[in-house]
Nanobody
C-alpha cells in the first residue's frame, strides 16, 4: 500500500529556504501513471497546490510560486523534495505531499501524507 510521509524542519527563518522531503513507500515515484505533488494550507485558508513532478522528472509549478519553488527527486531513495526560497511569515502552513493522476492536486485522499507544520519565524 502506498504511503507518503513529509519530513523536514518545522521552523524556518525569514529569507531562508524551506526544504521538505517526501518519502514514498509501497510504490515507485517513477511509476508512469502518477504525479507527485506538494500542497500547503496556511492557517485559516484553503489548500494551495504548489507544484508537482512526474514519473520522468518533469516539473510543474503554480504560477504564483514558480519563481521561488523547486521540486526535485532522488529515485534511489524514492523521495521527492520541495524547496521554497526567500520565505516570509506568509509561508507558514501545513505542507503536504501527495500522489495523483493529474499534475494539479487540491483534494485530499488516501494518497496524501499526514502533513507537516512549517512555521516561518525569527
Amino acid at each position: 500500500q502506498v504511503q507518503l510521509q513529509e519530513s523536514g524542519p518545522g521552523l524556518v527563518k525569514p529569507s531562508q529556504t524551506l526544504s521538505l522531503t517526501c518519502t514514498v513507500s509501497g510504490g515507485s515515484i517513477t511509476s508512469n501513471d502518477y504525479y507527485w505533488s506538494w500542497i500547503r494550507q496556511p492557517p485559516g485558508k484553503g489548500l494551495e497546490w504548489m507544484g508537482a513532478i512526474d514519473s520522468s522528472g518533469s516539473t510543474y509549478y503554480s504560477p504564483s510560486l514558480k519563481s521561488r519553488t523547486s521540486i526535485s527527486r532522488d529515485t534511489s531513495k524514492n523521495q521527492f523534495t520541495l524547496r521554497l526560497n526567500s520565505v516570509t511569515t506568509e509561508d507558514t502552513a501545513v505542507y503536504y505531499c501527495a500522489r495523483g493522476r493529474t499534475p494539479v492536486i487540491i483534494a485530499k485522499d488516501r494518497y496524501w501524507g499526514q502533513g507537516t507544520q512549517v512555521t516561518v519565524s525569527s
